[in-house]
């Protein structure tokens, strides 16, 4: 299978692009600049790319950020600290971040003539997130089944996984963990603070996998 | 109703706003650069957003030229000329394009808090663009419904009306047609000669509505 791969150099999205390479998918990585505050991540996923010599695209959407002003990562609040709670994920989401995203992936896949596009969705994602909902995935589906006369495909196998399923999986793929870029600060090193942050520390130890990150706390 | 209406400065969507103005709609009309040979059009679009008073903001998506490089409005191709048959107006597709602008002007729509998006897909469009046929704008709908913990309506009052109809609708409700434009060459003057030139002449035509269009040939 052909696939292009919504990667943004995170731990749950290299986890997959490893997954999709070891099943055999011919790949292309397609990064996406929306403006957010930790465009850093995007080094990491040109970086891993290079490594695996798999082709990566930017597709650069900075331009969109005064129209999805509000929130942490492209808004002014600041990024929440701590663990997670409804009210602080909330101040991460990115108003129809994954509908974008997934559109322009398949735009870029009828380019290309690929049956699939790939996204990391995970269950950890399902509560806060309501664009990483199944239900939400599948109508988007429908509409990547509808959108050109070469039908594009979505391919989302994670997500009734949690971000401990995909430490654990990683590990055994030779995901280089290190390589990859999680915190929504965006600084030098992983905060360890922030909710991303919070929640990557935590997979590590339940897996029961060496969590090789850098935190500055 | 408070309502994004995608809008290209061209004469489907310049009606679309007349035709949610006249109803009440509180609105913003988002024009989308997508690296289009036209672009030219969103000039028209911002001067009538002007003039009617309605803020318009323009998205930036040129950067995705180079993964959509495909076909005469993106691509290499020739823009095709005389009547459309189905072979010559498929090169005018480009990939993914309604929803890439669907789920852009759904994301300004949820950060403003606004109830919908409009857009002016119309009956003469069904049978060589996929992505302008009722089905594939319900599954949009679906999603659109369900990407945020805002829900987003979709209008498409024009779906079942033909270009003449807009015609027809547009000289009632004092639409400047003049001011529009629908060239896909993106001259100083409409060429006369490529599809979309044609169609707009011929709706004229049979509307009976004098055209005030100047063209080249």
Same mark, same amino acid.
């Given at each position: 299978?052909? @696939?292009?791969?919504?990667y943004s150099g995170g731990l749950d999205s290299t986890v997959l692009l490893y997954y999709l390479r070891d099943a055999g998918h011919e790949l292309r990585c397609l990064g996406i600049d929306y403006g957010q505050r930790h465009r850093r991540e995007l080094g990491s996923a040109a970086e891993i790319s290079r490594r695996l010599g798999v082709e990566y695209r930017m597709a650069d959407l900075a331009g969109l950020r005064p129209l999805l002003a509000v929130g942490a990562l492209t808004g002014a609040d600041a990024v929440p600290e701590g663990h997670y709670n409804d009210e602080s994920m909330k101040l991460t989401i990115v108003p129809n971040r994954n509908m974008i995203m997934l559109s322009v992936a398949i735009g870029w896949a009828? @380019?290309?003539r690929f049956d699939a596009v790939a996204y990391? #969705?995970? #269950?950890?994602?399902?509560?806060?997130?309501?664009?990483?909902r199944p239900e939400f995935v599948e109508s988007v589906e429908k509409a990547a089944a509808l959108c050109d006369w070469h039908?594009?495909?979505i391919l989302r196998p994670f997500i009734e996984k949690s971000k401990t399923d995909l430490v654990r999986l990683g590990a055994k793929l030779g995901v280089p963990f290190a390589l990859t870029w999680s915190c929504y600060k965006g600084g030098e090193r992983h905060c360890g603070r922030c909710g991303t942050c919070t929640e990557r520390r935590e997979a590590f130890q339940l897996a029961g996998?060496?969590?090789p990150t850098e935190y500055a706390a």
């Open positions: 299978m052909q @696939s292009v791969l919504i009828i @380019s290309l990391a #969705a995970h #269950a950890g994602d399902h509560p806060i997130y309501p664009d990483c039908p594009v495909r996998v060496p969590d």
